[in-house]
């Protein structure tokens, strides 16, 4: 059985929770990524932030950027895996959610994500075709990105 440690990218890093949604779009242009966990000060995760969240909820809205948090945006209880969960526990939860990116905590920290795409460079064909379709048949092409 494949277990998440072992496909997860082990280089996620947090936006702290009270640093400004500024602060999450510059260290999401700097790192390339359209999404960042949201982290306390403890290492918790607090959330998920993605670069549609501050476009959509912030930007639109006409609110500032340099004033609001990534608290701010983290709302409701965060979706997540252990390290030594199944993958296929994995992709239940990301079909389930039908999101991309699933934070991976140890201990109650943050150790990594796991993305469809690090599935779909490790796992079999057919699975990560289930997923895939899973994820995109009942997700709106706005939140594909």
Same mark, same amino acid.
């Given at each position: 059985?494949?277990?998440?440690?072992?496909?997860?990218?082990?280089?996620?890093?947090?936006?702290?929770?009270?640093?400004?949604?500024?602060?999450?779009?510059?260290?999401?242009?700097?790192?390339?990524?359209?999404?960042?966990?949201?982290?306390?000060?403890d290492? !918790? *995760?607090? @959330?998920f =932030?993605?670069?549609r %969240? $501050?476009?959509?909820?912030?930007?639109? /809205?006409?609110?500032?950027?340099?004033?609001?948090?990534?608290?701010?945006?983290?709302?409701?209880?965060?979706?997540?895996?252990?390290?030594?969960?199944?993958?296929?526990?994995?992709?239940?939860l990301?079909?389930?959610?039908?999101?991309?990116?699933?934070?991976?905590?140890?201990?109650? !920290? *943050?150790? @990594?994500? =796991?993305?469809?795409? %690090? $599935?779909?460079?490790?796992?079999?064909? /057919?699975?990560?075709?289930?997923?895939?379709?899973?994820?995109?048949?009942?997700?709106?092409?706005?939140?594909?990105?």
């Amino acid at each position: 059985m494949s277990v998440v440690r072992e496909f997860m990218s082990t280089n996620a890093q947090c936006v702290k929770e009270e640093q400004s949604l500024r602060d999450a779009a510059v260290l999401m242009r700097d790192l390339d990524v359209g999404s960042l966990p949201i982290c306390g000060n403890d290492g !918790k *995760l607090k @959330g998920f =932030i993605t670069d549609r %969240d $501050i476009v959509v909820k912030c930007v639109a /809205e006409g609110l500032d950027a340099d004033r609001l948090t990534a608290a701010d945006l983290a709302q409701g209880t965060p979706i997540w895996i252990d390290a030594d969960a199944s993958v296929d526990a994995a992709i239940d939860l990301m079909e389930k959610h039908q999101i991309r990116r699933l934070p991976v905590i140890t201990d109650h !920290k *943050l150790v @990594g994500i =796991i993305s469809q795409g %690090d $599935i779909a460079r490790n796992y079999t064909e /057919e699975r990560v075709g289930e997923l895939v379709e899973h994820i995109s048949a009942r997700t709106p092409m706005a939140q594909l990105g």
